[in-house]
């Protein structure tokens, strides 16, 4: 009887470990991120930057925490700490952007 009832709570508590985990906060890019200007290349490339760029000094900011026109004002001063080049600050722009809700 304890048996199963141990079991049952192990189960639920990894059942809730893997939901929190796939409702991370850096979509995945797919076909519906694109559009004319931002492929899915540059949508991959631009998460895989962000992560590797964004991460030293602070959390690696998600996406939803700014609109188009807050990313730009705010990666303007990140260009400058991260040391970027405008070509990667662009493709990190195109990722931040791209979230379809
Ligand atoms: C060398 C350290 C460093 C790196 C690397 C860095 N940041 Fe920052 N970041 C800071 C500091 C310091 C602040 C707080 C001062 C400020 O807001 O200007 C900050 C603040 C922020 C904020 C909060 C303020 C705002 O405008 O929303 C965001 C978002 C942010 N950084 C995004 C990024 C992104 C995106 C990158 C990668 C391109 C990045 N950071 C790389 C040092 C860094």
Redesign the pocket.
């Known amino acids: 009887m304890n048996q199963i009832k141990i079991t049952s709570i192990v189960l639920a508590l990894t059942l809730f470990l893997a939901n929190c985990s796939s409702t991370s906060r850096f979509y995945t890019p797919a076909e519906i991120n694109t559009s004319a200007t931002v492929s899915l290349a540059d949508l991959n490339q631009g998460k895989a930057?962000?992560m590797e760029?964004?991460?030293?000094?602070?959390r690696?900011?998600a996406p939803r925490?700014?609109d188009a026109a807050?990313?730009v004002?705010?990666?303007k001063?990140?260009?400058v700490?991260?040391?970027?080049s405008d070509e990667?600050?662009e493709l990190?722009y195109k990722y931040?952007t791209s979230e379809r809700i």
Request: hydrophobic share 35%.
């Open positions: 930057l962000l760029k964004c991460g030293d000094c602070h690696i900011p925490k700014h807050g990313w004002e705010t990666l001063k990140m260009q700490e991260a040391k970027i990667q600050r990190i931040l």
